[in-house]
């Protein structure tokens, strides 16, 4: 195995300093001279036809500035996943209807915060309210209220993927079982509001500072709304506090800061209060999850029949990826010879759902890893030998799914139970204790573009000074993960310097080179392959250079490392790396070393994404049966990353993951009354405290994959997937009740209990088969929101 | 109607002119530009806002500004001293303590002000001691060893020892 010198390494994040002084910068402590406040003018309703807008009043008020509506804009009806552009729906600001409360109807631009707060009372809209539809069973009903006229139906988009005889092997199976789960809508809670500060010169360029985890999304989507060249747009990205999947989509306070910027011919701020991101926030996507498994006696999985109804709300945005990602990530963990998938995402008048740490994994995860608890039980197994027996291997292709490069489920599986005492806990706790296991597969970033640009995925500069130094020009978003730490690593390694002696510039749309944003866990593979390739490129013009004056010999190799350049049989002949640089420089009359990198995955293998994580967990919970509540004691956490490049903030991603996973097993649930969010508040919203986090324990397996930047694997996305049915399993192991809706509460354990004391009490087993409430036969053809993989594909440059 | 206050922060005396109902953390981010301190929320539900005033930790999205007169009010700002990081500051950078940084500040100053009246505490002290403050990033393992290693450093005379 190579020795590495600053990969892999514990190094502390490179942007520590300034975050722990205070001096980091984030989009709301941005400002500038003559800067107005933009307030936004929300929906009251879940569904209504705009009759009349009057906005004289609010522009008469002393202070106001600017005031725009649906009539002030193109019109444009746009998508953030572009690849689905026919599918079109939303407008930034309203034009013809509202689909659900808190649905962008006007804003405001004042000199005051207060003034465009006291404004937004002054806008007289005259709503005609019109039936809505909440749930989504109601919503796919034929005399259901139609949210978007282009559909019809109020079905979005579908997915299927079928290989195999699966009606067959049902047939052939010694076992069958069938379930439904449930997992409610969650919201990112990233502490940072969403914000922006937009200032259009009179030139008509627009510059934009904005709290965001994909520059180029804004870029381009600001570019299609206000009717403007993507190249006139500078879209620069401070500090991001958290993003977890809910700062990828161009929201409407990006557009509307920028029309009122354009309006008023001054910078415009507007800051998201948490009341507006609970309410009208983008969120995590309900589902209803069926799942039908056939299975032989011994354990072994034999068929899959699964469907996913997803809970859209009001607009696509990026629904298009969790509809396949709900396929996909449950189809990833073990052998089924035949399998069935489908997935629906039905349009309700809810807040639109959007990626979330996991994008379209968490729900069918936690749906397939209870399911399987519950086959084991029903045949007797150890559910941690049935995940080994039917675990995916290295070089497994699941047909239409993936294609497996490196895996180390197994080892993870094996590690996890081996660290967690697992085979001296499960079943064998005193009552009220309990271990569950359970385990997933996840992307190291998207194969499909989902901007649809002829550009790069991925692109990075790295330019060479004559003082040592080097610097690193990209566009990849650190919202907080630590890529720049990552990248910086990267780049050092390459180049045989010390992290010290790297600067990294994450800056704009304009001036750093192309990348498609932080998300589905492409930055590591991504911008750290396309950083390693530009690292190569200068390290190869110095090495050109140097070699001559060195005396280099044609079967002879050169070597950067510990800051000198030298000839790798004879490490005595050789100059430091300044040295190394300068010559070099000289050598092209003064160009200075620049180095130029991309990485383009669709020359990779892997169907869906470049290489694939996996992982297993345990969960060990105490569940007290007189308040039905649970405390989380351990959890136990594997996960094959392929190589930790920076093990200190690898950790740091798999402990987050888990402390977010847990709030979606056990606390986390916006509420509903129809339309109307209850809880928008972190109050009674509740997201795990420091005292309620259980100790955790994570282990780093490294299978070194080919795809990745020294072998680098997906981490700090995938490991969300499998903590709630953990927990869930956990939960069962220790008080025999199966809770197969989210979040598992105190009442819902409650409840389970008592009718576990009646089926005792009645002397014998309740077997019910679950019908579903979802009819989807035949409705889904004719849809034009059908998708395959020709979706995907884009256009190819 | 504006009002002038004067607010001592991080030992320097401001005036500032203000709308009575201005909260502290307003005044303290837009009147006196420093940022470090965060607002995540406006019902004391984030800790973001965490300021020390007069040695006790407060929300200061629920302090008003004229109540902060007379006071001494300590921001993230003013927690390095002489060009050199608190050992607070340099345990979170070391242990990884901090991802995003956006309750950085809040948690650092809540862990001072605890760490002021229980300098050895244990760890299950520190989670109570910081389950005011949310993070949304780290799932505060990293955070707890952070601030059990800087009450060691304090312990030993404030330098930095793990």
């Known amino acids: 195995m190579t020795e590495f010198s600053v990969v892999g390494k514990r190094i502390p994040r490179v942007d520590g300093v300034v975050k722990a002084t205070g001096e980091a910068r984030y989009a709301g402590d941005m400002s500038l001279p003559r800067m107005l406040y933009g307030k936004i003018l929300r929906s009251p309703h879940p569904h209504a036809r705009i009759v009349n807008i009057n906005t004289d009043k609010a522009e008469r008020l002393h202070g106001v500035k600017a005031v725009i509506s649906g009539r002030d804009t193109l019109g444009i009806k746009y998508i953030t996943f572009q690849l689905l552009s026919r599918l079109a729906d939303d407008s930034v600001l309203a034009i013809d209807k509202v689909r659900f409360v808190g649905d962008e109807v006007a804003a405001v631009a004042a000199i005051d915060e207060d003034i465009a707060e006291e404004a937004l009372d002054l806008i007289k809209v005259e709503y005609q309210e019109l039936p809505a539809v909440f749930d989504p069973a109601e919503a796919m009903k034929a005399d259901a209220p139609q949210i978007h006229d282009h559909v019809d139906g109020n079905i979005g988009l579908s997915r299927q993927v079928e290989f195999g005889d699966v009606d067959q092997a049902f047939k052939e199976s010694d076992y069958v079982r069938e379930d439904i789960f449930h997992t409610p809508a969650v919201i990112h809670g990233f502490l940072e509001t969403h914000a922006c500060l937009a200032s259009f010169d009179p030139a008509g360029k627009l510059a934009i500072w904005t709290s965001t985890q994909s520059p180029y999304s804004v870029q381009t989507l600001l570019a299609k709304t206000l009717g403007i060249r993507e190249g006139d747009i500078k879209v620069t990205r401070p500090h991001v506090g958290g993003g977890f999947g809910g700062k990828v989509e161009m929201l409407a306070h990006e557009f509307c800061a920028a029309l009122l910027s354009k309006k008023t011919g001054r910078p415009v701020r507007i800051e998201y209060t948490r009341d507006e991101e609970f309410t009208a926030g983008r969120r995590r996507h309900p589902m209803m999850i069926e799942l039908k498994s056939g299975v032989k006696k011994d354990g072994t999985l034999v068929v899959r029949a699964c469907r996913n109804i997803i809970d859209g709300g009001a607009y696509l945005g990026l629904g298009g990826i969790v509809v396949s990602n709900s396929i996909t990530l449950p189809a990833l963990t073990y052998r089924v010879p035949n399998y069935r998938y489908e997935a629906h995402r039905v349009y309700t008048n809810k807040p639109p759902g959007t990626a979330m740490r996991g994008f379209g994994g968490p729900q069918p995860v936690f749906a397939l890893e209870s399911h399987l608890d519950m086959i084991a039980k029903d045949l007797g197994i150890d559910p941690a030998e049935m995940r080994l027996k039917n675990a995916v291997q290295p070089g497994d292709e699941i047909p239409k799914v993936a294609k497996i490069s490196t895996c180390g489920l197994s080892e993870c599986i094996q590690k996890a139970a081996n660290r967690a005492g697992w085979a001296g806990k499960k079943g064998r706790l005193p009552k009220g204790r309990g271990v569950g296991m359970a385990c997933y597969g996840f992307a190291s970033g998207a194969l499909f573009n989902i901007f649809n640009t002829r550009l790069p995925y991925s692109e990075v500069h790295v330019k060479l000074n004559d003082d040592g130094t080097v610097n690193i020009l990209t566009q990849a978003a650190d919202i907080g993960q630590g890529s720049n730490t990552v990248l910086s690593q990267i780049v050092a390694e390459e180049l045989g310097v010390s992290v010290e002696d790297v600067t990294i510039t994450a800056s704009d749309t304009q001036n750093a080179p192309m990348d498609l944003g932080s998300f589905s866990s492409r930055v590591t593979l991504f911008a750290g392959n396309a950083a390693r390739a530009a690292a190569a490129d200068a390290k190869q013009q110095v090495f050109e250079a140097t070699s001559g004056p060195l005396g280099l010999k044609i079967h002879q190799h050169m070597e950067a490392k510990d800051r000198r350049i030298y000839i790798r049989e004879h490490p005595e002949k050789g100059l430091t790396f300044s040295e190394a640089v300068l010559a070099a420089q000289r050598a092209k009359n003064g160009m200075p070393v620049m180095g130029r990198g991309i990485f383009d995955p669709r020359k990779s293998a892997g169907f869906g994404s470049p290489t694939w994580s996996f992982g297993a967990q345990v969960a060990e919970v105490e569940v007290d049966s007189e308040t039905g509540q649970v405390e989380v004691l351990k959890v136990t956490a594997a996960h094959d990353c392929g190589k930790a490049i920076n093990p200190l903030l690898l950790e740091g991603q798999l402990e987050g993951s888990i402390h977010m996973g847990m709030g979606y097993a056990l606390s986390e649930e916006i509420l509903f009354d129809g339309g109307l969010t209850l809880n928008p508040s972190s109050l009674n919203y509740k997201i795990p405290l420091a005292d309620q986090t259980p100790e955790i324990e994570t282990i780093e397996v490294e299978t070194h994959d080919p795809e990745g930047p020294f072998g680098a694997k997906e981490a700090g996305e995938g490991l969300t997937l499998p903590v709630a049915p953990a927990i869930a399993n956990a939960v069962y192991d220790a008080v025999g009740v199966r809770i197969k809706e989210l979040p598992i509460t105190p009442n819902k354990i409650l409840k389970a209990l008592e009718e576990n004391e009646d089926r005792k009490q009645e002397g014998s087993r309740i077997e019910r088969k679950q019908q579903s409430m979802y009819p989807t036969e035949g409705n889904t053809k004719k849809q034009k929101g059908v998708i395959g993989y020709g979706d995907f594909e884009g256009d190819q440059s | ?162």
Do not use: W
Request: glycine share 12%; net charge negative.
């Open chain 2, 1 to 162: 109607m504006k009002r002038v206050i004067g607010l001592s922060v991080n030992g320097e005396s401001h005036e500032v002119a203000i709308e009575p109902n201005r909260t502290l953390v307003k005044v303290l981010r837009q009147g006196l530009g420093l940022t470090g301190t965060k607002q995540g929320c406006d019902d004391g539900a984030c800790g973001c806002c965490t300021v020390i005033m007069d040695g006790r930790p407060v929300l200061s999205c629920l302090v008003l500004a004229t109540d902060a007169q007379g006071k001494e009010i300590l921001t993230i700002e003013g927690l390095a001293a002489n060009g050199q990081l608190h050992p607070l500051q340099s345990a979170f950078i070391e242990h990884g303590a901090i991802q995003c940084g956006f309750c950085t500040p809040g948690m650092i100053l809540s862990a001072k002000a605890f760490l002021d009246e229980d300098p050895e505490p244990t760890p299950e002290k520190v989670k109570i001691g910081i389950s005011g403050n949310l993070c949304r990033c780290t799932g505060y393992v990293k955070i707890t060893q952070a601030i059990l290693s800087a009450s060691r450093a304090l312990g030993s005379g404030g330098q930095q020892n793990d």
